[in-house]
Nanobody, 120 residues
Framework: VQLQASGGGLVQAGNSLRLSCAASGSFFSIGSMGWYRQAPGKQRELVADITSGGSTNYADSVKGRFTISRDNAKNTVYLQMNNLKPEDTAVYYC???????????????WGPGTQVTVSS
């Protein structure tokens, strides 16, 4: 499984960005997909994830500002980030968990990361 993310950049506080991450390669299907982030000197943390059925989960710090969605036909996950704050500055990584034909989860795959920088 290869993950290709795009959409990061530099924005001012209060503005928006949309991240995209497409999964490709050899797999039966993709189960959960998600976004994590890692700020300098901090551990990687979950931002949001979404199941193939559309159930979502968000970190408290982004609830009401970020929205995760996915297009199962394209094996693509999106993260709409509104009202960005300087504390959202981090490298954002997408994550995907493949499923085999029996619905068994495989090892998670990670994208290479995309930088999001929010200036005050």
């Amino acid at each position: 499984v290869q993950l290709q993310a795009s959409g990061g950049g530099l924005v001012q506080a209060g503005n928006s960005l949309r991240l995209s991450c497409a999964a490709s390669g050899s797999f039966f299907s993709i189960g959960s997909m998600g976004w994590y982030r890692q700020a300098p000197g901090k551990q990687r943390e979950l931002v949001a994830d979404i199941t193939s059925g559309g159930s979502t989960n968000y970190a408290d710090s982004v609830k009401g500002r970020f929205t995760i969605s996915r297009d199962n036909a394209k094996n693509t996950v999106y993260l709409q980030m509104n009202n960005l704050k300087p504390e959202d500055t981090a490298v954002y990584y997408c994550n995907a968990v493949p499923l085999n034909a029996f619905g068994i989860r495989g090892d998670a795959y990670w994208g290479p990361g995309t930088q999001v920088t929010v200036s005050s």
